[in-house]
């Protein structure tokens, strides 16, 4: 509300402060015009002796009045659309504030959570924001400053018994509001649940669209999603029926103390101490008293609402940071890229060790292969040098820097990753492949598809480079993704490259291909390759077999196949199941081709039809 860094917005505070405070003090004229034309109209001009001579006449004093509501109305808009600058910079500060935290989070939080529950909560949270700065700055404090003022003209022209009776009601009013306030509480945070599961549910369902089509089970996904609205219709109901009784108490407690200051004005009225436009200023004033009541009421509820709406908002800004760079960390210095594991050890749950220990050198412009069965520690190996999680024990550096005393930014930009799931943002090709150096021209865009030997398929496109990609990429197959993602990484030109599983989802034509270009992206530069299948890492400098988080065998290719062991029986299982896979694709085209295959291999027989 206060930004140290704008005093264009204090300036703005300052005067929506004093506008604010103008019109409640206009407002409180209006009764008294009210008064005094019904006093003129009565000819009882007794009772104007405040009033100059020209105000006298019963139609000057009307639009004295309807000018001063104008004149009122007119600072309330002004004190609105100087403070609405002031409550959206705080908004959009807070929501900046939440997505930065979140990117900085680490990748375990990331994992664990729930996408479309997650967009809810920061969608209620921003709202919530808007409806506190909205309601505390431009209704509470004038609502506060209102009663002081209407206490103090009661007060003094009416008496204490008036007074009285006013200041109980309104403290009936409040305090009745509060508690069946406080009791919708809890039956709108159970809305919101309610509302942040169907919502996972649907962004859920929708994102494995296809799963759910492969598995028919369209009814079954309709049926958890109708599960979670009917609590959320449950719990809607609830509070509108709440809502219904609240309003009902408020307008009885309300009602009684109106009644009871409207009987006291017509006695004395009637006993001649009171003008026909006491009374009616005593109605007028506590019409205009509503006003703000009511507002008691609103302003707590959309207060507390607005609490119960950012509540898990802030409770994300207390998630604390699990890595972050140490005070007055340096950059990287960049140099010839060699990385080095020594004696890491390494677990995400202290009971289950996933490195036990390792160490190995990659140097520079060198290519080191990473195999092993699945579990044994290979993607973690590249997660730990990109630092999405610390190490327990040992050291990890880049060019003899141990990556938990360089900065993160600096770090990873030194970095290029080819996974084997790529996940594109919903937009062009273009911004895909320039995703991986946003500055890039045009021109370095098509250079770094053509090295990628994707450009003949985008020229294809009716689109060019402007085509949209789908949700995750999905409108492009596995091999046009993959090859956006190896464009990606040549524009980002890092020093080191990390392949981890890259070709592993793809056909092995297809792998063939992406093969070739990876080969390309990787000269001359340091590259680990995290891999599944072993042909792609035959040409590697040294293959490091990993075993249940320990290093079973090192070596070349030729060295591990000579020595017999765990490459060697991995080798032979996966070269058999892609011959068998072959002689399958075989007898596939031969079928196409209508000619019937009498004689079959008990390998195709395995593999079934």
């Known amino acids: 509300m206060w930004p140290a860094d704008r005093a264009d917005l204090k300036l703005r505070v300052i005067w929506a402060s004093f506008f604010l405070v103008a019109a409640k003090l206009v407002l409180l004229m209006v009764p008294f015009f009210f008064k005094w034309a019904t006093d003129a109209l009565a000819d009882d001009g007794a009772a104007q002796p405040y009033l100059p001579a020209f105000l006298l006449a019963p139609v000057m004093l009307v639009v004295a009045y309807n000018v001063v509501r104008l004149v009122q109305w007119g600072f309330n808009q002004l004190r609105d659309a100087l403070f609405a600058r002031v409550g959206q910079h705080a908004v959009r500060q807070l929501a900046y504030r939440t997505f930065v935290h979140l990117h900085a989070l680490s990748l375990r939080f990331h994992l664990e959570r729930r996408t479309g529950g997650l967009s809810r909560v920061i969608e209620r949270g921003v709202k919530g924001i808007e409806t506190i700065v ?9 609502t506060i400053f209102e009663f002081a003022l209407v206490a103090v003209v009661f007060g003094f022209f009416y008496g204490l018994t008036y007074l009285a009776v006013i200041a109980a009601t309104v403290w009936a009013y409040t305090w009745f509001t509060v508690r069946a306030s406080d009791w919708r509480i809890a039956i709108r945070k159970e809305m919101n649940d309610s509302d942040t599961d169907a919502n996972t549910k649907a962004v859920d369902s929708l994102l494995n669209f296809e799963t759910v089509k492969y598995f028919n089970n369209e009814a079954m996904e309709a049926r958890r999603f109708d599960r979670s609205m009917e609590r959320y219709e449950s719990a809607a109901t609830k509070t509108w029926t709440s809502l219904g009784w609240l309003n009902f108490g408020q307008g009885a407690i309300f009602g009684v103390g109106m009644t009871a200051i409207m009987v006291m004005s017509a006695r004395e009225v009637m006993a001649g101490t009171h003008t026909i436009g006491d009374f009616v200023f005593v109605n007028a004033m506590l019409m205009q008293l509503s006003v703000p009541l009511n507002f008691i009421g609103f302003i707590y509820r959309e207060i507390r609402q607005g609490l119960t709406d950012i509540e898990q908002m802030f409770d994300l800004l207390d998630v604390p940071q699990e890595i972050s760079d140490r005070p007055g960390a340096p950059d990287l210095v960049p140099g010839q890229g060699a990385i080095r594991f020594e004696d890491v050890r390494f677990s995400y749950d202290a009971s289950r060790p996933i490195l036990k220990g390792i160490s190995f050198e990659v140097p520079p412009g060198k290519t080191v292969a990473i195999v092993g069965p699945s579990g044994a520690g290979k993607s973690t190996i590249s997660r730990l040098l990109f630092r999405f999680y610390d190490i327990q024990e040992g050291r990890i550096t880049i060019d003899g820097q141990d990556v938990r005393h360089v900065t993160q930014k600096s770090l990873r930009a030194a970095i290029g990753m080819v996974p084997q799931d790529t996940v594109l943002f919903n937009d062009t090709i273009a911004y895909n492949i320039r995703y991986g150096r946003v500055d890039a021209t045009d021109e370095d865009v098509r250079k770094a598809a053509d090295l990628a030997q994707i450009s003949g398929f985008i020229g294809q496109l009716p689109d060019g480079y402007k085509a949209m990609v789908g949700e995750r990429g999905l409108k492009l197959s596995g091999g046009e993704k993959q090859r956006v993602a190896i464009a ?54 040294e293959i490091i077999v990993l075993k249940e988080g320990l290093i079973a065998e090192r070596g070349t290719h030729r060295a591990l196949l000579d020595a017999g062991g765990l490459y060697a029986a991995m080798w032979d299982r996966q070269r058999e199941a892609t011959e068998a896979e072959e002689r399958l694709r075989r007898a596939r085209e031969t079928d196409e081709m209508g000619v019937v295959v009498r004689r079959r291999t008990p390998e195709i027989d395995a593999l079934g039809d």
Not at 134 to 142: A, C, E, M, Q
Not at 505 to 527: F, K, Y
Request: zero cysteines; aromatic letters at 2%; a negative charge.
């Open 488 to 541: 990606r990484t040549i524009l980002k030109a890092p020093p080191i490259l990390i392949l981890d599983e890259a070709t592993s989802a793809l056909d092995t034509h297809t792998e063939q291909e992406i093969q070739s270009a990876l080969d390309l992206v990787s000269q001359g530069r340091t590259t680990l390759v995290i891999a599944h299948r072993l042909s792609t890492v035959i040409g590697a400098d």
């Open 134 to 142: 909205r309601f505390t700055i431009l209704n509470t404090v004038p």
